[in-house]
């Protein structure tokens, strides 16, 4: 399998998904700015998807991946069928109950999350926001078994496109929000997208599934599928990986209670600053992790050490080849790029620039957030979950003693830049946990390679500054159309000027091309 061809098209979906999800931003931000309201709705979507990230697409699919792999290189078909079958069984119950708790209890989740607003009417607008959205994580943890099953299969594309769907969605729900709910409610429009979303994203997985012949058969008996020695192997590996991902949820947790002590529209804000850092993080970083999983999984079961290290290198290197001009341009482009964004409607000049901090405060720790989704899997691969919670939990002190120093004085763009040096402090951890078990040797070059990028992301970087400073891009919001041609422009220049310098180094495409054994 050609895995830089694998990867383009995996991040082609994914840039698809990154698009129509700014423009659903994009929308949000005219229709219902950086508010009280808008506060609610980002504060009791971060509920679901805590727990989807934490049991999901989290402890489940890093326990759930490497196993049926291994089943699928050493075990029949009807093994990795019943295996299938038993871990849906007892998943889909586990998910009926989880969901009847969460709806009941959303006023206790709300507390946890965003006790800022206790006393407040955003308190109570939170939870009936958070009872609507809440069974998503019914449907997204479904998505994910179905999703782990088709990467397994190596069918990336279609788990790569579901997230367009949810921004569909939202971008429907937003144009006709006032005139389903009205100008007091409308903000529930876009917690009915995500329960759409969530049905639409599993459905679209199903004929895939079928195709392949693993579409799970349920049962009414789980406790029989308990009983499964593979279920209950799965289960002792999502332990561990559960306290893996908690702390980062944990960390995620406080970072949302902490902005619902700020002022008004500061949970908005740092949420539309999310979306510009996701938009490479998604691209490369969760494109390049799904891609190196199951080939690592492969290589372990076929114990190919020299392969198992020449896949992390791989990654490693197109990870800082791309990752870090993203970081520059995050850096010198963030009041240009968020004033392009979403300068529009209810958007105003205030929340641009505290949304631009949070946006360069996330380019500090960019790279770092996307390296930990290439070494994280390193571990993965070897069932080996342990030594990722160790330094999982390590990283959330430090993030939040960050925390403590940064946000009484720089607000929302604290938590970004807490958030991002604890990665990077993060993924140092793992690269040098990778070295000291011999799991990852560098290839030879690597000096060399960093002199090379550091001089093309100095001149794409003086370059983008230069081009930025031309502009008034917040007096330009009565000429939105001009105001984006231009930043096209100087993001076209700027990647020109990088990937032109490199050339001219000798980098190459081929350089970067890796068929996995």
């Known amino acids: 399998m050609n895995l830089l061809k694998t990867l383009a098209a995996i991040s082609s979906m994914t840039m698809l998904s990154r698009i129509t999800g700014l423009i659903r931003d994009v929308l949000f931000g005219a229709y219902f700015g950086a508010t009280a309201m808008m506060d609610a709705y980002v504060q009791a979507f971060k509920i679901p998807n ?3 990230r934490l049991f999901a697409e989290g402890a489940f699919s890093q326990a759930f991946v490497p196993i049926l792999a291994e089943y699928r290189n050493k075990s029949s078909d009807v093994e990795v069928k019943e295996l299938v079958d038993h871990v849906a069984t007892v998943l889909v119950w586990a998910l009926l109950i989880t969901c009847v708790l969460g709806v009941v209890g959303a006023p206790l989740l709300v507390l946890m999350f965003s006790s800022g607003f206790l006393g407040t009417s955003k308190f109570d607008l939170t939870v009936n926001l958070t009872r609507i959205m809440f069974p998503y994580i019914g449907f997204m943890s479904l998505v994910a078994l179905s999703s782990g099953i088709l990467n397994t299969w190596r069918r990336f594309k279609i788990p790569a496109f579901t997230p367009v769907l949810l921004n569909l969605c939202f971008i429907v729900a937003a144009y006709f929000s006032l005139a389903l709910f009205g100008k007091e409610k409308q903000i529930y429009a876009l917690a009915c997208a995500v329960f ?65 002590f700020l002022p008004d529209g500061s949970a908005s804000q740092l949420n539309f600053a999310d979306r510009l850092m996701e938009f490479p993080s ?14 690592l999984s492969s290589a372990k079961a076929n114990a190919d050490k020299t392969e198992y290290s020449s896949l992390l290198d791989w990654g490693l290197r197109l990870t800082c080849l791309l990752a870090l001009p993203a970081a520059v341009g995050l850096l010198t482009l963030s009041d240009a790029l968020t004033a392009t964004l979403f300068h529009n409607g209810k958007f105003d000049a205030h929340a641009v620039n505290e949304t631009a901090k949070a946006v360069a405060a996330y380019g500090v720790g960019l790279t770092g ?4 989704k290439i070494l994280a899997p390193g571990f993965y691969a070897q069932q080996d979950i342990r030594t990722p919670v160790k330094i ?20 929302q763009a604290g938590l970004a830049l807490s958030v991002g040096l604890g990665a990077c402090f993060n993924a140092a951890l793992l690269y040098r946990g990778l070295r000291q078990r011999q799991l990852y040797t560098p290839s030879s070059g690597w000096l060399k390679f960093f002199v090379k990028l550091g001089v093309a992301l100095l001149l794409m970087g003086g370059v983008a500054l230069g081009l930025a400073a031309q502009l008034d891009w917040i007096a330009l919001q009565s000429n939105r159309w001009i105001r984006a041609a231009f930043m096209g422009g100087v993001i076209l220049t700027c990647m020109l000027v990088y990937f032109s310098s490199l050339f001219v180094m000798g980098f190459r495409l081929r350089d970067f091309r890796k068929v996995a054994r």
């Open 50 to 52: 805590f727990f989807r």
């Open 196 to 260: 759409v979303g969530g049905v639409l994203q599993l459905a679209i997985q199903i004929p895939s599934l079928i195709q392949i012949g693993m579409l799970p058969k349920l049962s009414w008996n789980p406790a029989f599928a308990l009983r499964d020695p593979k279920v209950r192997r799965v289960l002792k590996q999502m332990g561990p990986a559960v306290l893996a991902v908690s702390a980062t949820q944990i960390s995620i947790m406080i970072n949302s209670t902490w902005a619902s």
């Open 282 to 295: 998604a691209m490369l970083g969760v494109a390049l992790g799904t891609v190196l999983l199951p080939s």
């Open 369 to 372: 957030l996307i390296l930990v």
């Open 392 to 411: 999982a939990l390590i990283v959330l002190v430090i993030t939040q003693i960050m925390n403590v120093l940064f946000v009484p004085f720089i607000h």
